[in-house]
């Protein structure tokens, strides 16, 4: 049970206290758990309605991660690392942030695109599904190359949880050409591609959907991490199983966590 996406009170959108979102791992028999939480200087640029939304504060983050990782520890790996929201403009800021920080693991997220968080119904706005996701999913590839490191490419399919449609599943068959150049670029630069638990009202047992998940298989994909992407203490450890069972059904024995920036493989199949 090894969790590569969480956030705490340290993010703007959590209340959840670090302390207990670890006490509840560690009584669900979590190993390993990533504080990932948001360093969202995307919103900082273009037309975002959030540009006046709490950034995080970096240093307080890491200290007190820190902390908790020393207090916790011999029962649980509490690991530190944050969670960019690419955009183009916002590359520079993520440079100097992280230049100087001491992190475990890198999450590359996409939230905004053409300036405007695609959890907002505004973004919506006078768009076809096919426009709506073919926008987002432009920006996902352009966030392969982003300047900065990283380790991870999470919640792929994000725009689906608030889209407005009402079909709203992502399946490869309907955006094949730009998710293949996606995949292809996860797998040619070494990253991991995140399974994401945080389905809540869409039609997947986790992100991204099963048939981008197949695709990326079939192209010789193989590198995963888990992550729940919990934001409050109900959603620690949720589904690990089935996303467990569904990598061992498809003959993937590991799955990825990150120390120092290390990749780490676990053997699926030594888990109790």
């Known amino acids: 049970m090894f969790d590569c996406h969480s956030h705490c009170f340290h993010s703007v959108d959590s209340q959840a206290p670090i302390d207990e979102m670890i006490e509840t791992a560690i009584s669900k028999g979590v190993k390993y758990m990533a504080f990932t939480d948001h360093l969202d200087r995307d919103y900082l640029y273009g037309d975002s309605i959030d540009k006046d939304i709490k950034q995080l504060d970096i240093l307080y983050h890491i200290a007190d991660t820190a902390r908790a990782k020393n207090k916790y520890k011999g029962q649980i790996e509490i690991a530190c690392g944050v969670e960019c929201g690419f955009s183009k403009a916002a590359e520079g800021d993520y440079i100097n942030l992280l230049s100087d920080c001491d992190l475990d693991i890198v999450l590359n997220s996409v939230h905004s695109v053409n300036g405007m968080d695609c959890y907002h119904s505004e973004y919506f706005e006078n768009k076809s599904k096919k426009q709506a996701y073919s926008e987002y999913l432009l920006t996902v590839f352009d966030s392969l190359n982003a300047k900065y490191s990283y380790d991870v490419i999470t919640h792929l399919g994000y725009v689906c949880r608030k889209a407005p449609f009402e079909n709203k599943d992502m399946n490869y068959t309907e955006f094949s050409d730009i998710i293949d150049e996606i995949l292809k670029g996860i797998i040619n630069r070494d990253v991991s591609l995140e399974l994401n638990s945080h389905n809540r009202g869409i039609n997947t047992p986790f ?5 981008i998940v197949k695709r990326y298989l079939e192209l010789g994909g193989s590198e995963f991490t888990f992550g729940t992407d919990a934001h409050r203490v109900s959603r620690v450890n949720d589904k690990f199983d089935i996303v467990k069972d569904f990598l061992l059904a498809n003959n993937q024995k590991y799955l990825n966590i990150y120390r ?13």
């Open 207 to 211: 992100f991204p959907y099963l048939s």
């Open 260 to 272: 120092n920036r290390q990749k780490i493989k676990v053997d699926l199949t030594k888990l109790k």
